[in-house]
C-alpha cells in the first residue's frame, strides 16, 4: 500500500489530443479510483519531453536512464504508484508514438538478467480505436499485455472503445460507468490478481 490507507492510482494518456476518447476513459477510472480515496494523478505524454531509448544501457547497471527529460519525473511517479492506467488510440494498428517512446524507455526497469526491479505492480490498460470490429486489434492488444507483464506489471484489465470516429466515448454512459467502476475496484485495500478481462464498448450508445 502507498501511504497508509490510501492508494496512489497514475494515469498516463498516450493520445495527442488532450480531452479525447482516451483521455476521457482514463479519467473515468481515476475517478472512481478518487471516490473511494485513492491519490490520483494524471499525465498527457504528448504534453512531456520524452526522448527515444538510445540503447546505451546504463539504465540496467543503475536503474536508472542517463537522459534528462521529462521521463525522470515519470520514472519516479510510476516507482510510487500502485496501479497505473495506460491509455492510447489506435494508430497504424499500434499505440501512439508518444505511448510507444514511454515503452521503450521503461527498459530502465529491468535488470541486467531482464527481471523486473516491480514487484506486483498493477496496471490497466486503455485502448480507443476508430474501427467498429471490437476484435480487430486483439492479437496486438494481447501482445501489449505481455509486453507490460515481462517489464513487472500484472495486467488486471483491457478497456477497448471501438467505433469512436462514429460515436464518441461521452455519449456511452454504459462504458464510462464500467471505467469507473474498475477504478473502484482497484482503489481498494486488496487488489485482485489480473484475470485478463475485458471491457469493450458498444457501436451504439447506452442511454
Known sequence: MNGGSSIKVLGLVGSPKV??????????????AAEKGAETVVYNLASLDIKGCDACYRCQEHGCCV??????????EIQ??????????????????????????????????????????KLILVFTQGIQDRDAFKPYFESTAGLLYYLGFDVLDTIVAAGTDKLEVEFRPQLLDKAKALGKLVSVSHIPDPECRKVESSSTPSL
Open 80 to 121: 510510487t504508484a500502485d496501479v497505473l492506467v495506460l491509455g492510447s488510440p489506435v494508430y497504424m494498428w499500434q499505440m501512439t508514438a508518444q505511448t510507444k517512446l514511454l515503452i521503450d524507455r521503461m527498459t530502465a526497469f529491468l535488470r541486467p538478467d531482464f527481471s523486473s526491479r516491480f514487484d506486483n505492480k
Open 67 to 76: 537522459i534528462d527529460d521529462d521521463m525522470q519525473k515519470l520514472y519516479r
Open 19 to 32: 480531452d479525447g476518447n482516451t483521455s476521457r476513459l482514463v479519467n473515468a477510472v481515476l475517478e472512481g
